[in-house]
């Protein structure tokens, strides 16, 4: 008897893939629509004025942090590939921590930490006898190069991550073959090691790029004037979201350019490795112990440094800090996180399983569709979120009027717009997991439900949802923390008077108020480490 390849099911989770593909896809509609509908003399304007300024900074930045990123990243991940030494296995994990830090804190960190009246700049007075800054010469830290470091030293662990797993994914032959043909340990890395891992470094890259053009708090810290930081003050400062629009179109520009590079640059190379296992080459004592300190410095400034200061301000403001207000914005926090985690799974479930039951292109392109606002920024999202909101806000009213009851804005300026944007920038975090997951599970389980007169929703209930509890629950924790730490679209979205823990630090130490919400700051880290731990399991295991 033939088996079938693929289990059979109803055309309604084929609608139900478009429909919510269509939904998904109404924000950057949206922002397409809006763009193109004021006159061109503002288009002009913002062209011959701050545009130019924009888009040069935006690439600086991005190419910046992507080099710094590169740099940081790719050693490190060749140290714990390659070679043994002392605490290896520890700094193996220990590498992500920086991802639990958002760019934003650590900007504000450094920021009070170097700044003028920091201790830093302080004991380099009191040692050497300064008064003034006119007396010696101190990087400034609010500056594009500023700004290049420390975002580095935030967004480094996603080239670390893709990297390493290109790395032992390599195997030793290659390697022993370099060595063979004369090349030392940096020639086998350079002829060998680093062209193999090409495609992991690009994708680790773009990403770097992706987190670099999304931010907004850190870049405007600095005085960093991005396409993104133009999107709020061309839309908020200068109440023109039809200029917000164009610069986003601008922006969106960019995302689809850099998403195209890595093919563009291959031009349909391929890259294979034998995956054979290699074992790793042992350093001497001093060696070791070297290498130990040099691989874990990205580590402690980027992670352990900022979490140090934020320990230390957190414990002075425990006597003041109103317990209060934390434990409030600390609920809010969670309600949106755990609303946004609860819609994403529910719809990363809908795409997964709608097109596992109909394998159609017309259902793969409709996920990929759902599926890209990962890639679109925060801003943009916001923008594109705010337009449709505020038209079925101003429709309602109309209907209610004509009933002659009062209009009340339902879904403008309320916690709905904001879970709502959340999920789709959220969207395909969620549905690569769940996806990976029912990958996981033959078709034959379909087969076998569908012979004991199964439907399809009654197979996911019984047979599949059981199966997915781990991938289901890692989904969740990765969009939980992710919603709790998104800034740009809390900051744009978030109803009147309904703070976040990330909207309060922001708020606070833009202020220079950062001793203030070093409760709420360290909240947010100790919250980032979650998803961490998770894809340090994960990259482990891969």
């Not at 921590?97 to 302080?122: C, E, N, S, W």
């Not at 520009?253 to 998403?259: N, T």
């Not at 403008?412 to 959220?426: C, H, K, N, P, Q």
Request: proline share 5%.
């Amino acid at each position: 008897m033939l088996r079938s390849k693929r289990p059979s099911g109803g055309r309604a989770w084929a609608v139900g893939v478009i429909a919510l593909a269509i939904l998904v896809a109404m924000p950057l509609l949206a922002v397409l629509w809006l763009s193109f509908t004021p006159s061109l003399v503002l288009w002009q304007h913002l062209a011959s004025s701050v545009l130019p300024d924009y888009l040069l900074n935006t690439l600086l930045l991005g190419g910046g942090v992507g080099l710094g990123a590169l740099l940081l990243g790719v050693p490190l991940a060749w140290m714990v590939s390659v070679y043994d030494f002392p605490g290896r296995r520890w700094l193996d994990g220990a590498l992500f921590l920086p991802l639990a830090m958002p760019t934003y804190l650590i900007a504000f960190v450094y920021t009070d930490f170097l700044d003028y009246a920091g201790p830093v700049q302080a004991g380099l007075r009191s040692l050497f006898g300064w008064q003034t800054a006119r007396d010696y010469a101190f990087p400034a830290v609010r500056s594009l190069g500023g700004g290049i470091f420390l975002l580095s030293l935030c967004l480094y662990p996603y080239v670390y991550w893709l990297a390493r797993s290109a790395f032992l994914g390599q195997g030793g032959r290659q390697v022993e073959a370099a060595r063979l043909l004369g090349q030392g340990a940096f020639g086998a890395f350079w002829w060998v090691g680093l062209p193999l891992a090409r495609p992991a470094l690009v994708a680790g890259v773009l990403i770097v790029w992706m987190e670099t053009i999304n931010d907004i708090g850190a870049v405007e810290h600095f005085g960093i004037q991005t396409l993104t930081v133009g999107i709020f003050d061309v839309w908020l400062h200068l109440g023109r979201p039809d200029g917000a629009a164009q610069i986003a179109l601008v922006l969106l520009a960019l995302v689809a350019l850099l998403a195209s590079a890595e093919y563009m640059a291959r031009g349909g190379r391929k890259f294979h490795s034998t995956g054979a296992s290699r074992q790793r080459r042992r350093l001497t004592s001093a060696h070791g112990w070297i290498t130990a300190l040099l691989v874990s410095l990205p580590l402690v400034l980027g992670f352990v440094v900022p979490a140090a200061r934020l320990v230390y301000h957190a414990m002075g403001r425990l006597e003041t800090q109103t317990l209060a207000e934390f434990l409030l914005l600390t609920q809010h926090s969670i309600t949106v996180a755990g609303m946004t985690a609860f819609a994403t799974i529910v719809a990363a479930l809908l795409l997964a399983y709608g097109a596992r039951l109909r394998p159609r292109p017309m259902i793969r392109h409709g996920v990929r569709l759902a599926t890209l606002g990962y890639g679109v920024p925060g801003a943009v999202l916001a923008l594109g979120v705010l337009i449709p909101v505020a038209r079925a806000d101003l429709a309602l009213a109309d209907v209610m009027e004509w009933f002659g009851a009062a209009p009340v804005a339902v879904m403008g300026g309320t916690i709905f717009a904001l879970v709502f944007a959340l999920s789709v920038r959220f969207l395909a975090l969620a549905h690569g997991t769940v996806d990976a997951g029912l990958q996981r599970i033959t078709v034959n389980m379909d087969d076998a439900a569908r012979t004991m007169g199964l439907a399809p929703r009654e197979t996911l209930r019984r047979v599949h949802l059981p199966l997915l509890r781990g991938s289901l629950l890692t989904a969740a924790a990765l969009v939980f923390v992710d919603a709790m730490k998104e800034l740009p679209v809390t900051l744009l979205l978030r109803p009147f008077n309904y703070e976040t823990l990330a909207s309060h630090v922001y708020q606070l130490a833009s202020d220079e108020r950062l001793e203030a919400c070093a409760l709420s700051a360290l909240a947010i880290v100790v919250a980032g480490i979650i998803p961490v731990i998770v894809l340090s399991r994960l990259s482990s295991r891969a």
